[in-house]
């Protein structure tokens, strides 16, 4: 069973370079998740979608972009790195809000960003 | 925004201890979820909580819905060395789209 799987699980990159985190899921999930964890802390909610074509922002979504072109992707874009963007990036889904069960939310194994 | 308040922030114990921690917030919470940590590791799902009052157990760990619906606690009783980690908790808002998460609760076990 895949379930939530992220790529890359570690990347260095330079201040100012691009890049795509990638995240997808095999449970036909409606609602997507991307979480930053900076180290000793929680986690923060950058973006989040309810279904394709669908996204809005979190709490912390300043540098970020994000896209959800199909139920299973859901991308998240660096577009100028900084170095306080150096952390812990987790990518979750769920199924819906109907029901109990639909509210669990599953996490991938998280992606390990450093900017130098 | 909606805060979740997790306490303990850290925990230092002897192993074979009975351990405690909980989540209070202002808002009422439809779901409570209790998730472990493991260096170097996404969150894992320990306990699902979904009614006020249900009381819930898995192994060694149980957890507790309030009845006021607002706050929750995680009990881990006989604590061994694989306990170790942070143990978050997180809660669905009534009518919400977003999981909301406490701060982590550190547990390191002194052998």
């Known amino acids: 069973n895949a379930g939530v799987t992220q790529t890359p699980k570690f990347r260095i990159l330079k201040i100012g370079q691009s890049m795509t985190l990638q995240c997808t899921q095999d449970?036909?999930?409606?609602?997507m998740y991307w979480y930053r964890q900076d180290p000793g802390m929680g986690l923060k909610l950058i973006y989040y979608?309810?279904?394709?074509?669908?996204?809005d922002k979190g709490e912390v979504p300043n540098g970020y972009n994000v896209s959800r072109s199909t139920t299973e992707d859901f991308p998240l874009r660096l577009e100028l790195a900084a170095p306080s963007q150096t952390s812990v990036y987790f990518c979750a889904s769920r199924r819906s809000t109907q029901g109990p069960s639909g509210n669990t939310i599953y996490f991938g194994e998280g992606s390990w960003l450093t900017v130098v | 925004g909606q805060q979740l308040n997790q306490s303990p922030q850290s925990m230092f114990i002897q192993e074979g201890e009975d351990v405690s921690m909980n989540c209070t917030s202002s808002s009422i919470f439809n779901t409570w979820l209790w998730y472990k940590q493991d260096p170097g590791e996404g969150p894992v799902l320990l306990i699902a909580l979904y009614k006020a009052g249900e009381l819930t157990s898995n192994g060694r760990l149980t957890a507790q819905f309030g009845i006021t619906r607002k706050d929750s606690f995680l009990n881990i009783s006989a604590s061994i060395p694989s306990d170790v980690g942070i143990y978050f908790c997180?809660?669905?808002?009534?009518?919400?789209?977003?999981?909301?998460f406490g701060q982590g609760t550190r547990l390191t076990i002194n052998p």
């Open positions: 997180a809660g669905v808002i009534q009518g919400a789209q977003k999981l909301v």
């Open positions: 979608s309810v279904g394709a074509g669908i996204t």
């Open positions: 449970m036909n999930h409606n609602y």
